[in-house]
């Protein structure tokens, strides 16, 4: 049986990415038309990142 990252690291890493991109999205979004994102608009792409963030770490293998 594989080994896989542990949920918790997982989850930890999913949130991160989902905050950092939704930050980066607002800062963009802020920059390019000068009124700040709606909030739901940042909810969907943090929802819309956490979707491959997540696949993709149930594939990896902690290195030992």
């Known amino acids: 049986m594989a080994v ?5 690291q997982r ?3 999913t ?3 989902m905050l950092a ?3 980066l999205a ?3 979004w802020s920059s390019l038309l000068g009124w700040a994102i709606p909030g739901y608009v940042s909810g969907v792409i943090g929802g819309l990142t956490a979707l491959p963030v997540w696949e993709f770490l149930k594939r990896i293998r902690p290195s030992h």
């Open 11 to 13: 989850l930890l890493i």
């Open 21 to 23: 991109v939704s930050f």
């Open 15 to 17: 949130v991160a990415a």
């Open 4 to 8: 896989l990252l542990p949920l918790w």
């Open 26 to 28: 607002s800062l963009l």
